[in-house]
């Protein structure tokens, strides 16, 4: 079993940046493909990217590609997602997610963190 918390969310303002960073628990991390995801009020859950057991594969979806990127330090069960040129529509809550397999769909995510929430001001 997997345990995720993610941290680093917060208030920014319009052009600024962030990284979210998703530790996790146990032995197997390495082993898992870990996705991000975020979730606005009143919005579905949508992917954000997803990177490989080893880091050498990574998807970034079309709203925020060359604005995100994903890596992990698999020494430090870590996950990160480094957020630049921020915009107010990106204001959600952020979450991390562990998969065996390569998705982008939610259902296909067997662990989840509670979140962090990104503020995105104008």
């Known amino acids: 079993q997997v345990q995720l918390v993610e941290s680093g969310g917060g208030l920014v303002q319009a052009g600024g940046s962030l990284r979210l960073s998703c530790a996790a628990s146990?032995?197997?991390?390495?082993?898992?493909?870990m996705g991000w995801f975020r979730q606005g009020p009143g919005k579905e859950r949508q992917f954000i990217a997803l990177?490989?057991?080893?880091?050498?594969?990574?998807v970034v979806a079309d709203s925020v590609t060359g604005r995100f990127t994903v890596y992990r330090v698999n020494a430090k069960n870590t996950v990160y997602l480094q957020m630049d040129s921020l915009k107010p529509e990106d204001t959600a809550l952020y979450y991390c997610?562990?998969?065996?397999?390569?998705?982008?769909?939610?259902?296909?995510?067997?662990?989840w963190g509670q979140g962090t929430q990104v503020t995105v001001s104008s």
């Open positions: 146990g032995r197997t991390f390495s082993t898992y493909s």
């Open positions: 990177i490989n057991w080893s880091g050498g594969s990574t």
């Open positions: 997610a562990a998969t065996t397999g390569w998705s982008t769909v939610p259902a296909d995510y067997d662990y």
